[in-house]
Nanobody
Framework: QVQLVESGGGLVQAGGSLRLSCAAS????????MGWFRQAPGKERAFVAR????????HYADSVKGRFTVSRDDAKNTVYLQMNSLKPEDTAVYYC????????WGQGTQVTVSN
């Protein structure tokens, strides 16, 4: 089992920045890949970014490419999502997930971007 706890959400003005954290515990060796997803009101959950833990390879949704950066701190078993140049359409609950098929999920953290 892998437990995930997100933090760092909040309210920010358009153009601002936030950094989300996802702390992993438990059998983190089985995580393999960690991803960030988001769900806006009335919409389906959507992929945002992922990082392969052993290689550091990253992949981003087109909508966030160039604005968001996913990174990891192996010593802290934590993955980060640095979000810059935020837009109102980035408003959503952000979730981190882990595992080859995203078996494990956190509880989510709210990000609200105001005009």
């Amino acid at each position: 089992q892998v437990q995930l706890v997100e933090s760092g959400g909040g309210l920010v003005q358009a153009g601002g920045s936030l950094r989300l954290s996802c702390a992993a515990s438990g059998r983190t060796s089985s995580a393999y890949v960690m991803g960030w997803f988001r769900q806006a009101p009335g919409k389906e959950r959507a992929f945002v970014a992922r990082i392969v833990l052993n290689s550091g390879n990253t992949h981003y949704a087109d909508s966030v490419k160039g604005r968001f950066t996913v990174s990891r701190d192996d010593a802290k078993n934590t993955v980060y999502l640095q979000m810059n140049s935020l837009k109102p359409e980035d408003t959503a609950v952000y979730y981190c997930a882990a595992g080859p098929t995203y078996n494990y999920w956190g509880q989510g953290t709210q990000v609200t971007v105001s005009n």
